[in-house]
């Protein structure tokens, strides 16, 4: 019986600290990061009840309206400076929709209360009014503004009332026109560049002909039609900003009796496809979801998109930090015999010097491979291969040729993870192995 006592390495990425996201969500007081389904991070805030939240890559921050006491504000998060800023202020009036145009660097939101549609630079040096700037004043008689999405290839503000169409206008107020008018009422309008739809739900709440029921649709912003990629299903709270798009996904917020939960569905899913669950909050309300959804992915065979695709360039890849003060790279100390870059997923990733393997270039491959005295160097190929004392021979000096036995004898042996390792990289190597636990 051959023991091998193999100590495996692992590694552990830090918990509950700033680095790496793909959404985030606001709840009450907090930013809740997550990578995939893993919640990674989280950020307290000054602000209360944060909603609709948006990522900005340009300046790297989490934008979103502060609800508190009435006094709706649209702040900033930077999660480079870790800085908090809020921008507008509207003491008792409702900030409802939010979204961001990374080409001419300005905030886009609507007000309920005046009907109107207004905008706030954020390019440094700009002289804005902290009220921010008038775009679309809307004779309140006529309808109420309430989501808004940036197309930012075409140069249109999208957005939803409260009654069944979907409006337009250029980023400068003209044009201003009917899109569509259609199905129930919109809510939750985002833009994705990479497909040209706006993805929205069109929500009938109360209605005469049947019990209440929801769409999630899309509509390519350039053709005639719509098209319902999720069909029948109930739910009532739809009024907030709680859909984001990413470069494969839609994430929104679903509300049960007992916990909020964010749902995913494939932007490519056909008619009827069940989105899927993947984080249940207990002790929260989401009030807002974004996802990063990189300006480089946004644009990726997008061929007529000069505005976008000429702004990447100019992007600072922003490193993605942990440590509880968030000023620490997730590079920093990550590979211990290697190079380390930051993955597009955000995740450090090692390039490991010769002679090292693992996911940290923690593993010689040196260490223990030579038995009984042999010496260890790299080949050309940068393989170890040893130089055996004594009357050992074989790739490792495994074999005594005094032996009467020639067979690998790795019995007695200790084994490594390097040990199995470079076994398993050899394709003829037979080994059997009890790991003691
Ligand atoms: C709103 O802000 C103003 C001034 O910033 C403050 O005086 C007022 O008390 C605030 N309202 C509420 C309801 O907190
Ligand atoms: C704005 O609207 C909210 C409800 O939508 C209302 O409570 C508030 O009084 C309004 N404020 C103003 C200044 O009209
Ligand atoms: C900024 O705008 C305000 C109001 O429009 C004006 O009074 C002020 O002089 C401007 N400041 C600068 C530095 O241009
Ligand atoms: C939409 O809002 C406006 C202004 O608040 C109001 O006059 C109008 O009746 C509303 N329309 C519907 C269909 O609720
Ligand atoms: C508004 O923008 C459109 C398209 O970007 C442009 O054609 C138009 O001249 C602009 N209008 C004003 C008043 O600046
Ligand atoms: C919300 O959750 C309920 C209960 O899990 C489910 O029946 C419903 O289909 C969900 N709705 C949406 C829009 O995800
Ligand atoms: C991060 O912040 C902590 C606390 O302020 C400090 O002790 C530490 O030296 C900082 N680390 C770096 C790499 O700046
Ligand atoms: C690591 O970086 C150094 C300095 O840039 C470079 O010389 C070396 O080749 C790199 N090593 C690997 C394994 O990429
Ligand atoms: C293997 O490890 C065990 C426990 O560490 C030790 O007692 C034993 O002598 C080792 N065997 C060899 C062949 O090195």
């Keep these: 019986m051959y023991i091998a006592q193999c100590v495996l390495v692992v590694t552990a990425i830090h918990v509950g600290v700033v680095h790496s996201w793909d959404i985030a969500i606001s709840v009450k007081d907090r930013l809740i990061f997550y990578t995939d389904e893993i919640k990674t991070s989280t950020i307290s805030l000054i602000s209360r009840n944060p909603t609709s939240l948006v990522y900005d890559e340009v300046h790297n921050m989490m934008l979103y309206v502060d609800k508190q006491n009435n006094n709706d504000s649209v702040c900033g998060y930077d999660l480079s400076s870790k800085y908090n800023k809020c921008f507008v202020k509207r003491e008792g009036h409702n900030i409802h929709g939010l979204a961001f145009d990374p080409v001419t660097e300005r905030i886009f939101f609507t007000d309920t209360n005046e009907s109107s549609i207004n905008w706030f630079s954020l390019k440094p040096g700009y002289n804005n009014s902290d009220y921010g700037n008038l775009l679309i004043k809307i004779n309140s008689y006529e309808t109420t503004p309430t989501d808004i999405a940036v197309d930012s290839c075409g140069g249109y503000v999208y957005w939803t009332h409260n009654i069944s169409n979907i409006d337009r206008a250029r980023l ?242 200790n084994l490594t993870l390097a040990d199995i390792l470079s076994i398993w990289r050899k394709p003829s190597s037979k080994m059997y192995l009890t790991v003691e636990v």
């Design 172 to 413: 400068n107020g003209s044009e201003r026109g009917l899109l569509f008018a259609h199905g129930f009422k919109q809510y939750s309008i985002v833009m994705d560049p990479q497909t040209q739809n706006l993805y929205y739900f069109d929500i009938c709440a109360s209605c005469s002909d049947g019990p209440a029921r929801g769409y999630l649709n899309k509509k390519k912003i350039n053709s005639a039609g719509e098209g319902v990629l999720l069909n029948h299903f109930y739910g009532s709270e739809w009024r907030s900003r709680v859909l984001t798009v990413s470069k494969d996904y839609l994430y929104w917020k679903n509300s049960t009796g007992s916990y909020d939960a964010i749902w995913r569905l494939s932007k490519n899913a056909a008619q009827h496809v069940e989105p899927t669950e993947i984080n249940k909050i207990y002790d929260d309300k989401i009030l807002g979801i974004t996802a990063k959804y990189k300006i480089k992915d946004q644009v990726q065979g997008v061929e007529d998109c000069d505005s976008l695709s000429s702004l990447i360039p100019t992007l600072v890849e922003f490193p993605d930090y942990i440590g509880e003060q968030c000023n620490v790279s997730a590079c920093d100390n990550y590979c211990v015999y290697g190079n380390c870059s930051i993955n597009d997923d955000g995740l450090p990733k090692c390039r490991c010097n010769a002679g090292y393997l693992g996911e940290r270039c923690e593993v010689n491959m040196c260490y223990n491979y030579c038995l009984d005295d042999g010496e260890c160097s790299l080949n050309e190929e940068d393989e170890p291969v040893c130089q055996c004392a004594g009357n050992n021979v074989g790739p490792r000096c495994e074999a005594d040729i005094s032996d009467t036995t020639p067979t690998n004898d790795l019995a007695k042996r």
